[in-house]
């Protein structure tokens, strides 16, 4: 199973732009990677997925480099509501049986 | 969202207590989960089920007790907790159980064991 190492938190301002890296140097060829956001108290949502290159989303874009051994979460123009946890799940993490959450990235937003 | 729905929101109950937990998804899918969530702890996956078969049990403690009695529905019945078993538990559904199946999250329901 691919491991991933994300930041635990980030702090950001009302306005920027929010890139949260995920290290996944034993990702597999098949492997996928997926983006969740979850808010306190809510279970996590659905951001964002992708294979290679760039992937972008009415919501966020997704950075892949040719490697494949990181990848990029970019918030265009963050606001207070983005305050949440983000994470990244690679390959096998990612499946039914063996969905693994780690423990996330704490982005908060401030004024 | 409805998507996922998930009742009840909040329950407080005793170590002695027997409840229920119930899932509901209006999309569609095939596979459902339940998952636990700890105070500043990452999700811990506890059961899976596909076509109401269940597919998955992470060693869960067997005073959890899931019951998939269709493909929309989903139970978690509870007997005998202890405080530590306080937590969010969360229920989710997705299309399959492939990598590429987005998993859609119910609001969850807090639980408090006195």
């Known amino acids: 199973l691919a491991k991933t190492t994300q930041p635990i938190s980030m702090d950001s301002y009302e306005g920027q732009e929010v890139n949260i890296t995920c290290s996944h140097n034993n990702i597999a060829t098949n492997d996928y990677i997926t983006w969740y956001q979850q808010f306190p108290s809510q279970g996590p949502r659905f951001i964002i997925q992708g294979y290679k290159t760039k992937v972008t989303n009415e919501v966020a874009s997704l950075f892949i480099p040719a490697d494949r051994k990181s990848s990029t979460l970019s918030l265009p123009r963050v606001s207070l509501s983005d305050t949440a946890v983000y994470y990244c799940l690679v390959g096998l993490n990612t499946g039914g049986f063996k969905t693994i959450f780690g423990a996330g990235t704490r982005l908060f937003v401030k004024a | 969202e409805t998507g996922v729905t998930q009742t009840p929101r909040h329950l407080v109950m005793g170590m002695t207590n027997k409840k229920s937990l119930k899932c509901e998804q209006h999309l569609g899918h095939n596979a459902m989960y339940w998952y636990k969530q700890s105070a500043k702890k990452p999700l811990e996956l506890m059961f899976v089920?596909?076509?109401?078969?269940?597919?998955e049990n992470n060693s869960v403690p067997s005073r959890f007790s899931p019951e998939c009695p269709n493909s929309s529905h989903l139970f978690l019945h509870l007997h005998t907790l202890q405080p530590e078993d306080s937590a969010l538990y969360l229920c989710a559904s997705s299309q399959g159980t492939t990598p590429t199946d987005t998993q859609y999250f119910g609001p969850g329901t807090r639980l408090t064991v006195l």
């Open positions: 089920y596909s076509l109401e078969e269940r597919v």
